[in-house]
């Protein structure tokens, strides 16, 4: 079956330095992967979305890339703030080679940046 | 935040009682989804709507159904609530369901049901 992985342990940084989250997934081949904040007690928020064909996506601080040959999505956040801690998500969806185009949702990593 | 709005917002009521959560959107959005959220599982599908009175099951649509009857409004019904439906329930919205157009899903504020 399908399987999503993210490292279930809170991600603890230094204000300032470089983020790197990740998202491994097995048993399919997703044709999009989108990345989602959560802060707590609110609905997720997109961030990014990432196609097949292309490697890396960048938005302000935000960068995401996607190998699909070691099947995994890393999500880079530079110069980290206090305010981006917060659970972040992601969410392989499928294509028109099979599975579902609903994207499946990894259950987040927490990331703490410390000032 | 996208135009979409959850009712109740809290809830608390006893084993065997039906239940009713309401997702209401003014984003004129096609799709709809309901996600239960718990701790150590994320998020799951329960069931999704492609239109009106289109609907399709998700991961876990045992003891839920839905009705769509207009396009803004997406409700979904525990028929007798048990107590492993205490959750937090997201609705979603999204334009499209095509792959990386336009898919992305914007969220409700959520609703915390608790079972006792």
């Known amino acids: 079956s399908q399987k999503i992985e993210q490292n279930s342990e809170a991600l603890n940084i230094q204000e300032g330095k470089t983020a790197t989250l990740t998202c491994n997934y097995t048993?399919?081949?997703?044709?999009?992967l989108q990345w989602y904040r959560q802060d707590p007690g609110r609905g997720p928020v997109f961030l990014l979305l990432?196609?097949?064909?292309?490697k890396e996506k960048r938005k302000e601080r935000l960068k995401v890339t996607f190998d699909t040959t070691l099947k995994q999505s890393l999500f880079h956040i530079t110069a980290s703030q206090p305010a981006d801690s917060a659970t972040y998500l992601c969410?392989?969806?499928?294509?028109?080679?099979?599975?579902?185009?609903?994207?499946?949702f990894g259950r987040g990593t927490s990331l703490i940046v410390h000032p | 935040d996208a135009g979409i709005t959850q009712s109740p917002r809290h809830k608390v009521t006893e084993t065997g009682t039906p239940v009713t959560l309401r997702c209401h959107q003014t984003?004129?959005?096609?799709?709809m989804y309901w996600y239960r959220q718990d701790p150590g599982h994320g998020l799951r599908l329960i069931h999704y709507?492609?239109?009106?009175?289109?609907?399709d099951k998700g991961e876990v649509s045992d003891g839920y159904s839905v009705s769509r009857s207009k396009t803004e409004d997406f409700l979904l019904t525990l028929e007798s609530a048990t107590s492993s439906q205490t959750s937090v329930y997201f609705c979603?919205?999204?334009?499209?369901?095509?792959?990386?157009?336009?898919?992305?899903?914007?969220f409700g504020p959520g609703t915390r049901l608790t079972v006792l």
């Open positions: 048993n399919y081949s997703p044709a999009y």
């Open positions: 979603a919205i999204s334009e499209s369901l095509a792959s990386g157009d336009h898919n992305e899903q914007f």
């Open positions: 990432i196609r097949e064909n292309e």
């Open positions: 969410a392989p969806g499928a294509g028109s080679s099979g599975g579902s185009y609903i994207p499946t």
């Open positions: 709507s492609y239109g009106v009175k289109d609907t």
């Open positions: 984003e004129n959005h096609r799709y």
